[in-house]
């Protein structure tokens, strides 16, 4: 492989991977300089001259001419002076040798490992300019096609087709890919592993969300509002606060759009999440309840040592504080940076059982355990997931399941009693 040939080669090469000129240069001589001091042990005597435009390659070796006598004949920029008159016979001591070296003089086992090294400085340096390019862009959203789809992850690919992966577990559950798809994801992270950057994404993130407000949102955008939290159940739930700091805005309102036009938006890319903008507030019992939101509380008892508040509701509430799988209680607890206990107001029972009324099948340290935590009522607990229960409680999976196993018998039965008791009977003179 001759110089103009190899210089072509890797040029075509670097271009493609949009290299700019002066770095491959730089690359290049870098390069043929390494091969020089293989060879030569050290290369401050040679110059090198790349016309990369044209694939030409010179490179010339420089030496000062001393007798052949002399002590300093051995040293690399020197040269006998019988060596020299080969080359010319006209030299004398004390003049400059400048000889070309040719490519193929340093053998071909080098000129093929320099090409594996122009090669491989490249693949380098552009995994290098990945790197830095996308750690800029954490939290970013930007959007790629999707190139492969496994069942741990997807495989997206940017505008310059840099692979990027999107976890499942960074998915949306609702979220169904094939390939070709188009994608929209923030950049959750970068990760150098074994010497390459990986560039997560994310779509459950809740900066993903807060960038999809900033799209939608002119006043978010331009700082007149701002964003003072996210909390989600990616494809389900997110509350979001949010203040203004001007009086004349409603941030809420400007968050929601017209007839829901900003907010539509934002929800049909999350597939459906159902999302709660609140309008934060220093006050932190009114912070609550507008984190509670849509349940209406009638009081509440906050002990900020413990970082637990009680919340108390009329029975048609609860079910709506909770939420479906106690999403809506787990999102406000995150929302306020408190463990929210939701209790029922002494009232109307009707259609409901105290947890009391179970002690005979239920024991009273696991029912102490439900009360900790506002679940005084049998429907009050079916209406918190089994996990859920087991995170804020001391239960175990098992003490949990046999729970809901006795509260939902109970429930049923009462059901059968009522159903029976309101059938019509046929009387003796009827039949």
Request: charged share 35%; hydrophobic share 40%; net charge negative.
């Amino acid at each position: 492989m001759n110089s103009h040939v190899l210089i072509e080669s890797f040029a075509e090469f670097a271009r493609s991977k949009n290299i700019d000129r002066p770095t491959m240069m730089s690359i290049l001589e870098d390069v043929f300089r390494t091969m020089i001091r293989k060879k030569y042990t050290d290369d401050a005597n040679f110059d090198v001259i790349l016309n990369v435009d044209k694939g030409d390659l010179e490179i010339y070796r420089n030496r000062e001419i001393v007798d052949d006598n002399s002590e300093d004949i051995w040293d690399n920029d020197k040269i006998p002076l019988a060596e020299a008159q080969k080359i010319e016979p006209d030299f004398e001591v004390g003049e400059q040798v400048t000889e070309e070296i040719k490519l193929e003089d340093f053998g071909r086992r080098a000129v093929l490992m320099a090409r594996q090294t122009l090669i491989q400085r490249v693949k380098d340096l552009e995994r290098d300019n990945l790197y830095q390019a996308y750690k800029d862009q954490v939290g970013e959203i930007i959007s790629g096609e999707v190139y492969q789809v496994w069942s741990r992850e997807a495989l997206i690919l940017d505008k310059e087709e840099n692979e990027l992966v999107l976890p499942k577990a960074e998915q949306i559950p609702k979220d169904r890919y094939r390939k070709g798809d188009s994608v929209r994801a923030v950049v959750h992270r970068v990760e150098i592993i074994n010497g390459t950057p990986k560039i997560i994404l994310s779509r459950a993130a809740p900066a993903f969300l807060e960038r999809l407000f900033e799209q939608e949102v002119p006043e978010i955008y331009d700082g007149l509002i701002t964003i003072k939290n996210i909390v989600r159940e990616p494809g389900e739930r997110a509350k979001v606060a949010v203040e203004s700091y001007d009086d004349r805005i409603d941030p809420v309102g400007a968050c929601v759009g017209m007839k829901g036009s900003r907010i539509h938006a934002v929800v049909r890319e999350l597939e459906n999440e159902n999302i709660d903008v609140i309008n934060y507030t220093d006050n932190l019992e009114l912070y609550i309840a507008r984190a509670l939101s849509p349940a209406k509380l009638t009081s509440m008892k906050i002990n900020e040592q413990t970082g637990r508040v009680s919340v108390f509701l009329k029975p048609d509430q609860v079910s709506l504080a909770i939420g479906r799988g106690g999403a809506n209680i787990k999102l406000a607890s995150r929302l306020v940076g408190m463990e929210i206990d939701v209790f029922r107001d002494a009232g109307d029972y009707d259609e409901d059982i105290a947890l009391d009324e179970f002690s005979d099948e239920i024991e009273s340290w696991i029912i102490a355990e439900l009360k900790k935590i506002g679940l005084d009522t049998g429907r009050a607990v079916l209406a918190v997931s089994k996990e859920d229960i087991v995170r804020r409680t001391e239960l175990e999976e098992e003490h949990v399941d046999d729970l809901f196993r006795v509260i939902k018998q109970e429930f049923n039965e009462e059901e059968e009693e009522n159903n029976a008791a309101q059938s019509p009977t046929v009387s003796d003179d009827a039949q």
